[in-house]
């Protein structure tokens, strides 16, 4: 019996990124980008923290594409510039990529250029660089013997612009300095403020670069695209579900003045709202792959899994630009933040009687509850208006700073404000309507197969995603 060996031909050949750079531009920081995790290699301001050849492969439908190869920092260029053209005065006929072969192989593991020896090797196992640039730097010497040495190589060459939020100036000076190096296919991808954008264009720089991979890398593109719009569709659902199991949540009240009984339905409203947004705040994190752990290094202003600034704060709704003048918003500013009902409907005891009378029963099949407790003069109570304000604001102005945070960020994120937020327009008349129905808090089957339900999370849903 013959064994027919694999055709290796069929197989197709991963595509080989080699991440290089001067040491502390962000080359981890691309790559946790890139497969935005937190838990690739490690990132500190120190130079040279990362001392090895890391890989990392990114795949589409479990189909793997290509593989990142995070390099150590070149740390000494001038050094590296100086060997190299030893080299090349003893093999003047040499081509060049065969003067880098040599060097690597003449390299010893105590040779005081042993980390840059690492570089060149990768980049010679490499299909394209990424050469990674810090704008805030200016166009040293070094890093122009840097790129004469990777362009001795022979491979293609992507300079990615990395820390450009707001330095502008320096951009164009970069740009204008790779001219001399004919280098035009750069490409901005900030690792700390992160956009989809920049990672579609990167890959698609690659395909006009590498032409027999364009068809894998499309693949990947569509993949990674085809993922980002569900991360981001999953965050807001899972908002618009936070705002639902609020709104229709309600405490039943006693007619009769009882103040213990009144402060323990309140304290169980505001516990209740505390605790939904909190569950919600994990799930987001959990959705964008950023764990509690992340949050405590990060100092997202979140304390043992919940909000640093309380909901039921006194001053949060100026932070959140709303009308502090309103009676509403007094009371939710003095912890309040609950609103006295009838059912939902405001039906007077005369009405209710002539709604039980005269109410067919899927009537009074979903009103029932509130007739019954307007003739008994129970009221409910809910988180008023302005709570669930300041619940969606926050919800949204987090889901916006999730889908634009890179893996590498390591600033405070700021969450405590969202001025330039906004609510939808039908926002009173969607809270309505959640309100009626309490059933939807309690049971997600019935809310979910529900067409009037469906219609107010597809609103939500559209308002958080509108500027995204």
Not at 162 to 181: M, S, V
Not at 291 to 299: A, C, G, L, R
Not at 306 to 315: E, K, R, T, V
Request: hydrophobic share 40%.
């Amino acid at each position: 019996m013959m064994v027919k060996k694999p055709n290796s031909l069929n197989t197709p050949l991963l595509l080989n990124i080699a991440v290089v750079g001067h040491t502390n531009t962000g080359k981890t920081s691309l790559i946790r980008t890139m497969l935005r995790s937190t838990e690739f290699g490690i990132i500190e301001d120190a130079a040279g923290t990362t001392r090895h050849v890391e890989q990392a492969t990114i795949s589409a439908n479990n189909e793997p594409i290509l593989n990142l190869y995070d390099t150590p920092g070149l740390e000494d260029s001038r050094a590296l510039f100086a060997q190299i053209k030893k080299l090349q005065a003893r093999s003047k006929l040499s081509p060049p990529i065969q003067i880098l072969e040599q060097f690597v192989t003449d390299i010893s593991v105590s040779d005081p250029l042993e980390q840059e020896a690492k570089v060149i090797r990768q980049v010679l196992r490499s299909d394209i660089l990424l050469y990674i640039i810090d704008v805030r730097e200016p166009f040293l010497e070094k890093y122009r013997l840097e790129l004469e040495i990777l362009t001795q190589s022979g491979k293609p060459i992507i300079p990615v612009f990395n820390f450009i939020a707001g330095h502008d100036q320096e951009l164009t000076k970069w740009r204008q300095h790779l001219t001399a190096f004919h280098m035009h296919a750069t490409l901005e991808f900030d690792t700390v403020a992160f956009t989809f954008d920049a990672e579609k264009r990167l890959y698609q720089k690659m395909q006009t670069l590498l032409e027999s991979h364009y068809d894998r890398l499309q693949k990947l593109i569509d993949y990674r695209a085809t993922l980002w719009n569900q991360l981001c569709l999953s965050g807001a659902k899972r908002i618009a579900e936070l705002i639902a199991n609020v709104a229709c949540y309600r405490e039943s009240k006693a007619t009769k003045n009882n103040l213990i009984a009144d402060s323990l339905i309140e304290n169980r409203l505001h516990d209740f709202v505390r605790k939904a947004e909190q569950h919600c705040l994990h799930d987001l994190l959990a959705i964008f792959n950023f764990s509690e752990k992340d949050v405590e290094i990060q100092n997202i202003p979140v304390s043992n899994g919940q909000w640093q600034l309380d909901i039921f704060a006194p001053g949060i709704l100026k932070a959140y630009g709303l009308d502090v003048g309103s009676a509403a918003a007094k009371g939710a500013a003095a912890g309040v933040g609950i609103d006295l009902m009838v059912g939902g409907m405001s039906l007077g005891a005369a009405s209710a009687l002539g709604a039980i009378a005269g109410a067919g029963w899927s009537t009074f099949k979903r009103y029932g509850d509130e007739i019954k407790a307007t003739v008994k003069g129970t009221k409910w109570q809910c988180a008023d208006e302005t709570t669930l304000q300041v619940l969606y604001l926050r919800q949204k102005h987090l889901l916006k700073k999730l889908m634009h945070r890179g893996h590498a960020a390591q600033d405070t994120l700021q969450v405590d404000k969202a001025d330039d937020e906004k609510l939808p327009n039908d926002w009173s008349k969607l809270i309505s309507t959640l309100r009626q129905n309490p059933s939807w808090q309690e049971h997600s089957a019935t809310r979910n197969g529900n067409p009037q339900y469906q219609q107010i999370e597809t609103r939500l849903i559209g308002e958080l995603l509108d500027e995204k």
